[in-house]
């Protein structure tokens, strides 16, 4: 019994495939949209959608199909993001990044679809998330964004 905890996070840890937020300075190609997600150590909303992103059923299962990368604010370091090498100051001055959390939401190509500043409730991240991936699966057009909103009931 003492065990317990360990064999339940290793499952965990396996059967999600590991950290659903990832910390690091390449970001390479992977086929799947991206989330760049802007946080700092001190934001309670960054450490409450970060937990979200785990545990919000919906949530999760439309986040599993992106990879995530959380780019903190606190820290000033060099990135490669797709081949591109820039800086954390020059990606806050690129998407005018002023809060925390921050979304950014980009196609498995790095075209920008959706910024979120500040927190959303997981149902509104995960409908966002989901026309993103459907843009990028070609699915949706851009300009359809609000007609999309409309129908998953967030506008």
């Known amino acids: 019994m003492k ?3 360990i064999l339940l996070l290793f499952w ?3 059967l999600w495939g590991g ?4 910390s690091s300075q390449e970001i390479p190609y992977s086929g799947k949209p991206l989330m760049l997600l802007f946080d700092s150590q001190t934001c309670p909303y960054c450490k409450k959608m970060k937990k979200e992103l785990r545990e919000d059923p ?3 299962k439309v986040a599993t199909g992106f990879d995530i990368y959380r780019i903190p604010r606190d820290d000033q ?3 490669t993001i ?3 090498p820039t800086t954390t ?3 806050q001055m690129l998407y005018k990044v002023k809060v925390t959390p921050y979304v950014v939401l980009l196609t498995s190509k790095g075209v920008k679809i959706w910024q979120i500043p500040g927190y959303v409730k997981p149902e509104v991240l995960a409908a966002i998330m989901e026309f993103v991936k459907g843009v990028d699966e070609g699915k949706y057009r851009k ?3 609000r007609e999309y909103l409309r129908k998953a009931g967030v506008i």
Not at 19 to 22: L, Q
């Open 19 to 22: 950290p659903m937020v990832k």
């Open 58 to 60: 919906r949530l999760h």
């Open 12 to 14: 965990t840890v396996w």
């Open 89 to 91: 100051q020059n990606l």
């Open 3 to 5: 065990n317990l905890p």
């Open 82 to 84: 797709l081949g591109n």
């Open 143 to 145: 300009s359809q964004w």
């Open 77 to 79: 370091k060099s990135y």
